[in-house]
């Protein structure tokens, strides 16, 4: 007979058995009770994170094709949203924008930033509001962004003159290209180049490498009880280190604008040449952005500017000319367009781009197949939601992927295709009203540098198309172009662009 020492053990467990399934269909947040978005299967501990690659927004895209547009992947113990089609964006950011208008915290960029007090990091909230507000209002705007005209034209016109007597026939567009978006957001963010040889390759090479932080993979921001990796890895201290020389390099740039005689900074007349930093700091002794802006706030906003507007830029710049290297009859079509705008003036300045449809034609196709940030920046929810009949809980990761729905072959005839001739009879605009074309976000958290970046990004492609012929370098076929991408948050092309270049002599 069984004594009832010996029905203790099972039936403490039994009891504990029904307490525990009581809870898990009593509690309304239990997933057995949710409709989740479909996800690939996973492995413990790591989840999903084996199947990013190298290059996440092709794998997610190619993933997306079995498990559909809203996927939920498990990276480590991270639940990420990834939306691969053009009205689950809609959804998140628009009709739903305010939930989903929160950035993950991210650690890297919480050392490097001041905290995040950036504006592409901030969390959503008052302080995001404030700093926003300043440089859409005072630094990006229209306005402002005209009265940076005569940067943009001297540093265009010492490319071409770069072009002109390089030595060799065939040049590294690439490096050309990179420089010159440097220049231009050296000279109206910090007021001055840094050319100094030593200088200029320090700030180059210290981007690159917080770019490369910034993707190096990091087992602790997945799996939390794997964090001591990056303590004897010396990744920390590597952080640590960049963070004090950035914040060594803007404190300096701060302090030669404070020491300098004081400039005329009249923040009402856009048409005066003050730079960002000027402006910032007439903002700051002024108050006028309702709360006092810190030193750290400046640093981190003038931080942003210079990180979002170089890279993405000259990237965007360099996969257009490879685009119509590969496509000889577009770039044919691109130049006579722009000789004609240019006539017997013999030149073309920003006034002259309304004209030229077929370049902002081009430039839009460009971006469609090779959106710089194909996976636009990193969003969080911050309350439980319903997203196209899934529930989405509170504190998910959310990942746009612009790059797939710009090649969803349900949007786009022959999706995979250069044709700038799809955009020359339609409305369709990347400013974040269609979504099925979001290579600068939509939204809150849209970019704010979009006519910042197309200003710079149409006159260098007009300069260059009426100044030069480009031709594959000796022997080398449209064929024999290599579109390979480089791995990174910025997708850029992996592969120096090497172009043959001819003058066109008439100019
Ligand atoms: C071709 C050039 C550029 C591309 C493709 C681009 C693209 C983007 C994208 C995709 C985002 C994220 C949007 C989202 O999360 O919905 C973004 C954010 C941002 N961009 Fe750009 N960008 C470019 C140039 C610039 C320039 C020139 C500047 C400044 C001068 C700039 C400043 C920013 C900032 C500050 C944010 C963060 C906004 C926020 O979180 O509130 N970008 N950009």
């Known amino acids: 007979m069984i004594s009832f020492p010996h029905l203790?053990?099972?039936?403490?467990?039994?009891?504990?058995?029904?307490?525990?399934?009581?809870?898990?269909?009593?509690?309304?947040?239990?997933?057995?009770?949710?409709?989740?978005?479909?996800?690939?299967?996973?492995?413990?501990?790591?989840?999903?994170?084996?199947?990013?690659?190298?290059?996440?927004?092709?794998?997610?895209?190619?993933?997306?094709?079995?498990?559909?547009?809203?996927m939920l992947l498990h990276l480590g113990r991270l639940p990420v949203l990834v939306v691969s089609s053009a009205d689950g964006?809609?959804?998140?950011?628009?009709?739903?924008?305010v939930v989903f208008s929160n950035r993950p915290k991210l650690r890297v960029i919480d050392k490097i930033i001041y905290g995040s007090k950036d504006m592409a990091f901030a969390p959503y909230g008052e302080y995001w509001r404030q700093v926003r507000s300043i440089c859409v209002l005072q630094l990006l705007s229209n306005k402002r962004v005209q009265s940076f005209r005569r940067v943009r034209e001297?540093?265009?016109?010492?490319?071409?003159?770069?072009?002109?007597?390089?030595?060799?026939?065939?040049?590294?567009?690439?490096?050309?290209?990179?420089?010159?978006?440097?220049?231009?957001?050296?000279?109206?963010?910090?007021?001055?180049?840094?050319?100094?040889?030593?200088?200029?390759?320090?700030?180059?090479?210290?981007?690159?490498?917080?770019?490369?932080?910034?993707?190096?993979?990091?087992?602790?921001?997945?799996?939390?009880?794997?964090?001591?990796?990056?303590?004897?890895?010396?990744?920390?201290?590597?952080?640590?280190?960049?963070?004090?020389?950035?914040?060594?390099?803007?404190?300096?740039?701060?302090?030669?604008?404070?020491?300098?005689?004081?400039r005329e900074t009249n923040l009402k007349d856009s048409s005066n040449e003050a730079d960002l930093v000027d402006i910032l700091l007439e903002i700051q002794r002024e108050n006028m952005a309702g709360s006092p802006i810190e030193n750290d706030t400046i640093k981190a906003v003038i931080f942003d500017?210079?990180?979002?507007?170089?890279?993405?830029?000259?990237?965007?710049?360099?996969?257009?000319?490879?685009?119509?290297?590969?496509?000889?009859?577009?770039?044919?079509?691109?130049?006579?367009?722009?000789?004609?705008?240019?006539?017997?003036?013999?030149?073309?300045?920003?006034?002259?781009?309304?004209?030229?449809?077929?370049?902002?034609?081009?430039?839009?196709?460009?971006?469609?197949?090779h959106p710089p940030l194909p996976l636009l920046l990193p969003r969080e929810s911050t309350q439980d939601s319903k997203i196209l009949g899934y529930d989405i809980a509170v504190k998910t990761r959310v990942i746009i992927n612009s790059c797939a729905i710009a090649r969803d072959p349900l949007l786009w005839e022959s999706p995979e295709d250069f044709c700038p001739e799809r955009f020359l009879d339609t409305g369709m605009d990347f400013r974040g009203l269609n979504f099925e074309y979001i290579p600068f976000g939509a939204g809150r958290r849209g970019c704010p540098g979009i006519t910042f970046a197309i200003a710079v990004a149409e006159l260098a492609l007009a300069k260059l198309m009426l100044n030069f012929n480009f031709g594959l370098p000796h022997g080398a076929t449209e064929k024999d172009l290599d579109m390979t991408e480089s791995p990174g948050d910025t997708v850029s092309k992996k592969i120096p662009l090497l172009v043959n270049v001819r003058k066109n002599n008439k100019y």
């Open 154 to 262: 001297e540093e265009m016109s010492l490319m071409i003159e770069k072009i002109r007597h390089s030595s060799s026939s065939s040049i590294n567009l690439s490096n050309i290209l990179v420089s010159l978006t440097n220049d231009i957001i050296c000279r109206v963010a910090l007021g001055r180049k840094y050319i100094a040889a030593q200088e200029s390759t320090k700030i180059v090479s210290k981007l690159k490498e917080f770019q490369e932080l910034l993707v190096t993979f990091n087992p602790g921001d997945y799996i939390p009880w794997l964090d001591w990796i990056n303590r004897v890895n010396d990744f920390n201290a590597n952080v640590e280190k960049m963070a004090r020389w950035f914040d060594d390099f803007f404190e300096g740039v701060v302090e030669e604008h404070r020491n300098r005689k004081k």
């Open 305 to 369: 500017i210079f990180v979002a507007g170089t890279d993405t830029s000259s990237t965007a710049l360099v996969w257009t000319m490879a685009e119509l290297l590969k496509h000889p009859k577009s770039m044919e079509k691109l130049q006579n367009e722009v000789r004609q705008v240019a006539g017997s003036k013999l030149d073309v300045t920003e006034d002259d781009l309304d004209k030229m449809l077929y370049l902002k034609a081009v430039m839009k196709e460009s971006l469609r197949l």
């Open 8 to 70: 203790i053990v099972p039936l403490v467990s039994l009891i504990l058995f029904i307490v525990f399934l009581f809870k898990w269909y009593g509690n309304p947040s239990s997933t057995a009770r949710k409709r989740l978005p479909p996800s690939p299967p996973k492995l413990p501990i790591i989840g999903n994170l084996h199947q990013l690659g190298q290059l996440p927004h092709r794998s997610l895209q190619a993933l997306s094709k079995c498990y559909g547009p809203l």
């Open 89 to 97: 964006a809609h959804e998140i950011m628009k009709n739903q924008d």
